[in-house]
């Protein structure tokens, strides 16, 4: 069984880096058919896609968010991490990783999910 | 505003049938059918329950079934329960740009 778990800090100060980790267990993230995904959901609102990153290709980030975002696969300790800089209160939301699929026939879907954590951005 | 147009808010009666809609242009890549649907309770994260339209994951119920038409995905619940009750986001894969664009979401009420 897979399973996703999500760490880093609750609370970003604005202007500074929003750095998350999400450890996997149950499979290698270093697995050709599928991606490891990034969303994000504000208290109260809809879900936003993130990024996309693969450990042997180049990420895919949200038009919206790039510039900003830098993601790495670090295979030795089966984990993929996230960086968001210069954060506003626009980015407080709940992080969520999750494991996603790309194929020819299949792709563009997320199972399973990280339970999610919640990081304010606040002074 | 999301790029994808769902209803706010569904409900029905136990024992019926509903079905939330999922508009957009993203939608409409008749090569394409990669349209996925979640189920969120509150305070949980999102759970998979339709991918690539129609398909649906290993121990959902049959329940959930997925279609799509043109620039229209939808999404039903037959035999609705109160366990039902829920938000219901759909997804949508695209070639460029934003690659994974989502609903504003739907929230399903059991009366």
């Known amino acids: 069984q897979v399973q996703l778990e999500e760490s880093g800090p609750g609370l970003v100060k604005p202007s500074e880096t929003l750095s998350l980790t999400c450890t996997v267990s149950g499979a290698s993230v270093n697995i050709d058919d599928y991606y490891w995904a990034w969303i994000r959901q504000p208290p109260g609102k809809g879900l936003e896609w993130i990024a996309y990153?693969?450990?042997?290709?180049?990420?895919n980030y949200n038009p919206s968010l790039k510039g900003r975002l830098a993601t790495s696969v670090d295979a030795s300790r089966n984990q993929f991490s996230l960086n968001l800089t210069t954060v506003t209160a626009a980015d407080t939301a709940i992080y969520y990783c999750?494991?996603?699929?790309?194929?020819?026939?299949?792709?563009?879907?997320?199972?399973?999910w990280g339970q999610g954590t919640l990081v304010t951005v606040s002074s | 505003q999301s790029a994808l147009t769902q209803p706010a808010s569904v409900s029905g009666s136990p024992g019926q049938s509903i079905t939330i809609s999922c508009t957009g242009p993203?939608?409409?890549?008749?090569?394409?059918?990669?349209v996925s649907w979640y189920q969120q309770y509150p305070g949980k994260a999102p759970k998979l329950v339709i991918f690539d339209v129609s398909r649906r994951p290993s121990g959902v119920s049959n329940r959930f079934s997925g279609s799509k038409s043109g620039d229209s995905a939808s999404l039903t619940i037959s035999g609705l329960q109160t366990e039902d009750e829920a938000d219901y986001y759909c997804?949508?894969?695209?070639?460029?740009?934003?690659?994974?664009?989502f609903g504003g979401g739907t929230k399903v009420t059991v009366l």
């Open positions: 993203s939608l409409d890549v008749t090569a394409y059918n990669f």
């Open positions: 999750a494991r996603g699929k790309i194929a020819a026939t299949s792709r563009g879907w997320f199972d399973p």
């Open positions: 990153v693969h450990f042997g290709g180049s990420p």
């Open positions: 997804c949508a894969y695209r070639s460029s740009g934003t690659l994974v664009v």
